[in-house]
Structure formats: C-alpha cells, structure tokens
C-alpha cells in the first residue's frame, strides 16, 4: 500500500478541481426533493395545468413519511445511480486509454493503493451525495408531510451507504477490468438489471436500499435484512479484490 | 396573474430553485475557467441555461474535456 | 564501468507479428545510446518492454536496482495538477520522502527551464514546455536508467535546441537510451548506436566504429578550378566531379606518398585532401536499404 496518501491527494485534487465533490451532492438534493414536493403540490399542479373536466377530482393516496422517502430513493436509484456510473466508469479505463496511467504505472507503485485510492475519493463523493439527497427528501418531507423517527431513518441511511459502496466497487472493477465502453454497459447490467431479481428476494444485495426503507415501516424481516447487508459487503469486497487484481492485469494496455 | 404568483408558496419552493441556481452556476463558472469542451462552449452555455436540472448534469458528465 | 541495462533474447510478437526480434544489448552506466531506425521499426516497442509496461514474449531484461526514468513520445499528463504538483507527485511515487520531493521538484523544474510556471496548471501548456515537464518527472528522481521515446522529434528546432542541451547535461550522471529518427540528434549525442530495423538489430557499435564500418575508401582532392582537377586526373586514376577528384585507395592505412608526389611535382594547387566520411544519414540508408 506505498504511496497511499499520495495516491489519495491525487485523487482528491481531481474530484475537487472538476466539481465533483459539489455538483453531484447538488443533484441528489434535488432528487430528495422532487418527490416530497410535487407529490405534496400534485392537485395544484393538476388544476395549473388545467383542462380538468368539470367536477373532476381523483382521490391522491394518503402518504406517510416513509412513502416520500422511498420515492427519493427510488431517484438515487435511477438518476443518482446513472450520475455516479457515467461520472466515474472512466476513473481507470480512460486512464489508460488517454495515456495519463503511463507516467503513473511506469514507476513501482501498489495497485492496491491506486485502486483503494480511487474507491475510498469516490465513496466519499457518494457519501456527501446521500447525506444531501437524504437530507432534502428528509427537510421536505418533515415540513409537507410529518416526522422520521431518527434512529430508524439513520439506519435507513447508513443502509443505503452501504448499498452504494457495492456501487462503486463495481463501477471501479468494471473499469479495471474492460475499456470505458464495455465497462459502462457491465456495470449498468450488474447495478440496473439485477434490480430485477428483488422481486423474487429479499436477501440480495439490490434488496438493501428499499430494506432500509422498511426499517423505518418496521415492516423488516431481519434475518433477511442481515442477509442482504452481509451480501452486499462480500460482494463490495470481493468486487474490490478483483478489480485491483485486473488493474495489475490490464497494466500493458495504457497508451505509450 | 398576480394572484396565482401570490398563491405559490414561496418559502418552500425556494430551496429548490437556489439549489437549480447553485448548481447553474457552478457549471457556468467551470465552463468559463475550462480551456477546451466537447463542443461549442456557446452551445454549452444554452444547455445549462435552458435544459433545467439535466443542462448542468450533461454538461458536467459529457462537456467537460479533460486533457 | 558497471552495466546497467543487460538485454538477452528480447521478443514481441503480436498475434503472428513478430515486432521486435531477439535483441541483445548492454548498456553502461553514464552512456548515452541512440535507438535509431525508421517508423515501424519496433523502436516503441522495445523502450516500453524495458519500462516493464509490456511483457515481452521471450527474454530477458536485467537493470541495476532503482526506479527507471521514462518519457513517452507523447507524454500525457493531467490539466488540472500544476507542474510543480505533478512532478512533486512522481518524485513521491519513486519512493522521495516527503521532506525533498518538493524541493527536488522545483530544482528539477528549474534545469528544464519550466522555474517561471511551476504553478501553472498543466492545461495551459504548450508542446515543448510539456515535453520538458515530461522530462523533468523522468528525471526527477535521480534515476540509473533513463528512457526517452523520441524526446525531441515533435519540437520546432529551439525547443530542440533546448531540450538537446538539457539531455547532454544529464548524460554525466545517468545512462540514457534514446530512440530517434532524427539523425543530426545521434550524432551529437551518443556514446552506441542501436539500428533497428523490421524489429531487428542490424547494427551496432559506437559512431565512430559504425562509421569505420560503412566508410569508403575514397579521397577527395579538390583543386580551384576543373581544368585543374581534370588535368589532374589524367595524371593519377580518379573521377573528377567539378573542381574535385575521387580517387579510391583500398588500403585501411594507405601510403599516400604517391599522391602527393604526384601533387608536388606537377605543382598542382590544391584546395583540400579530406578522406570521404559516411555521414550518420548516409549510414542510416545503407543498413535501411540492405535487405
């Protein structure tokens, strides 16, 4: 692990010099945001809108907390995720494919400590990210709507933490692993379509961020939440493992 | 007219729109200091202007030329 | 002298290509050696083998321990780190500690004549002062062992110049192995020279071993006018060319008393004797041309 803190400056001064660290929080807050407020201002916007027929009303579902929350996250899962993919899937193969790796790679230097370097720059990104789109949804949904009890929305939040440390993991595999463009669509499958597999499970890795939400529902079947927590970090770490082990692999093909 | 301006409640969408601003400008700052974009700077400057939350997010993701 | 770069049996073969055949070398410590041969000739390929950043197909390479310096032909770095952070950054990651890579960064961003922009950010660069920044990281650690991939060819001939001087002043305290094309560069600074051609190395030895290899046995006598030199000429077996007679003496050390006996007592007046020397291009054409 020589040159960490090195590696970690770099990586820093990158994610801070374009923006990285505060556009991206800046867009999940507004993804916290939208579904508190539009649902909230629904029949509004239907009547602004107009053209409603006379007499016309539809009757809006009565919304708890819980429902607002879990509609924020259902757009850090589809925008936020795809912000997060597109923004990083570059991180090692577009290194090496525009050269800038070769000065890097040329000297002796621990691919465990690039790779760690990288993950732990991004998940603090990712970090900052969820702190902001949570704590929008959370502001609007308290002021529209009612309140969280704090020590499930914290465990609801430290959840999907976790969730999107497997996130990054994989992006940063994917990337060690393939060039930018076969990288972007490996990730998108793994991330997106294996959503799908939790409408059969509860104990998967993809289940952990709406687990999470049923914490606050205390509605959770713990054993399986369990399941899912200790998937995700043995996913997170195995994807870690592989990803340094590519890196290493796919030395000869940066740019020269 | 007024009276529908009057009627939005201002306090709490005003959250929104200084983070929509924020965000605008930050992309609007990065573009002027950047040397080189994926396209036309001036086309950038309309993206992020008009295209609402998604202007900063592609200019930010696909215009921003490094190295 | 120790060695400080031994090459034995180095191969690439892509696919069914084979790009560089077996190569055998050494390199000395404080020498500086010229990679020459013409575009495709596996130039590229044979410095980024010895940087360890592609695996050769067969062979060996031995260096004497410490980090390498290298410099790619086209060097790319990242806009947004000023040149003092980067080259900071690489003296670090060669293992300076933390106290001295920032000075030794600076000094060495000074010798390459980058001192006045040490904070510009690299974005704003122009060719040659990235060229000299990637210098200044490949030598920033004090390497045993430098490898420059073309370091001059894409500069306008100041920045040639100046680049030039810098690489001679290094050539006292690290053994440097360099590819070219451009000949006028070897020729003014090397100790070997390495022809490579089809990825093989047809040719080897100092310059002026090289050159007593391809040298002709022709003398030049030029005379002030060319009905001197033909008047010349039906004296003594030569072509004349102008004001000028080539003779050819096949002697390695030739007896010339004949010559200018021939010279004196006809009381010729005689601009210049020179033996004909083979120029460094003209070599570079014979070994390209013999197949």
């Known amino acids: 692990m020589r040159g960490l803190p090195i590696l970690l400056q770099k990586e820093f001064r990158e994610a801070w010099r374009s923006w990285k660290f505060l556009w991206i929080p800046l867009v999940f807050a507004i993804l916290g945001m939208s579904d508190p407020l539009t649902n909230y201002y629904m029949m509004d916007i239907l009547h602004a809108v107009g053209n409603l027929p006379e007499g016309f009303d539809i009757q809006l579902p009565e919304f708890v907390p819980a429902d607002l929350l879990q509609a924020s996250i259902g757009q850090f899962q589809m925008i936020g995720l795809l912000v997060l993919l597109a923004s990083f899937i570059g991180s090692i193969s577009k290194e090496r494919a525009n050269g800038t790796a070769t000065l890097l790679y040329v000297r002796s230097i621990s691919f465990s400590a690039y790779f760690i370097s990288k993950f732990l720059v991004i998940s603090a990104i990712g970090f900052v990210s969820a702190v902001a789109g949570f704590a929008a949804s959370v502001y609007y949904t308290t002021v529209l709507y009612g309140n969280f009890e704090i020590g499930t929305l914290l465990a609801c939040f430290v959840t999907y933490f976790i969730w999107l440390l497997l996130v990054i993991a994989v992006i940063l595999m994917m990337s060690a692993t393939f060039n930018t463009m076969i990288a972007a669509t490996g990730a998108f499958i793994v991330i997106f379509i294996g959503q799908f597999l939790t409408i059969l499970w509860d104990f998967l890795p993809w289940s952990l961020p709406s687990n999470g939400v049923l914490l606050i529902r205390d509605m959770m079947y713990m054993q399986d939440y369990w399941w899912s927590m200790f998937m995700t970090v043995m996913f997170t770490i195995i994807s870690i493992a592989i990803g340094i082990v590519m890196m290493k692999k796919n030395t000869s093909m940066v740019k020269i | ?67 | 002298m120790t060695i400080v770069l031994e090459v034995k049996g180095l191969t690439k073969q892509f696919a069914d290509k084979v790009v560089v055949h077996p190569l055998e070398f050494t390199l000395k410590s404080n020498t500086s050696t010229a990679l020459i041969g013409p575009n495709g000739a596996g130039k590229t390929t044979t410095l980024s083998m010895l940087t360890g950043l592609l695996k050769p197909t067969a062979g060996a390479i031995q260096i004497a321990k410490g980090d390498i310096g290298f410099l790619p032909q086209y060097p790319q770095f990242y806009p947004w780190l000023s040149a003092l952070e980067f080259t900071e950054m690489a003296a670090k990651l060669s293992g300076l500690p933390t106290k001295t890579a920032k000075l030794e960064a600076q000094k060495t961003l000074e010798f390459v004549g980058l001192g006045d922009v040490l904070h510009k950010k690299i974005a704003t660069f122009s060719g040659g002062m990235k060229q000299r920044l990637g210098i200044s990281q490949a030598i920033v650690h004090k390497p045993k062992l430098l490898l420059l991939d073309e370091p001059v060819s894409a500069l306008d001939p100041i920045g040639r110049r100046e680049v030039m001087n810098v690489l001679k002043d290094l050539q006292q305290e690290t053994t440097i192995l360099y590819s070219t094309h451009i000949l006028n560069d070897a020729e003014e600074m090397t100790d070997q020279l390495l022809f490579l051609r089809d990825g093989q190395l047809v040719e080897q030895g100092t310059l002026s071993e090289v050159r007593q290899r391809f040298d002709e046995p022709n003398y030049i006598v030029e005379f002030y006018s060319a009905k001197e030199a033909q008047l010349f000429a039906s004296h003594f077996i030569g072509e004349v060319r102008g004001c000028s007679v080539y003779i050819t003496i096949q002697d390695e050390r030739p007896n010339m008393n004949e010559l200018f006996e021939c010279l004196n007592n006809n009381s010729f007046q005689v601009r210049k004797v020179e033996r004909q020397t083979a120029s460094l291009e003209e070599i570079f054409m014979k070994v390209v041309d013999r197949a």
Not at chain 2, 18 to 43: E, F, S, W, Y
Not at chain 2, 45 to 62: H, Q, R, S
């Open chain 2, 1 to 67: 007219m007024m009276e529908e301006l009057a009627k939005i409640p201002w306090a709490v969408i005003a959250p929104l729109i200084v983070v929509q601003l924020v965000l605008m400008i930050v992309a609007l700052i990065d573009l002027r200091r950047i040397h080189t974009t994926n396209g036309p700077k001036i086309l950038w400057v309309l993206i992020i202007l008009f295209a609402n939350l998604l202007g900063p997010i592609l200019y930010f993701i696909i215009g921003r030329k490094q190295s």
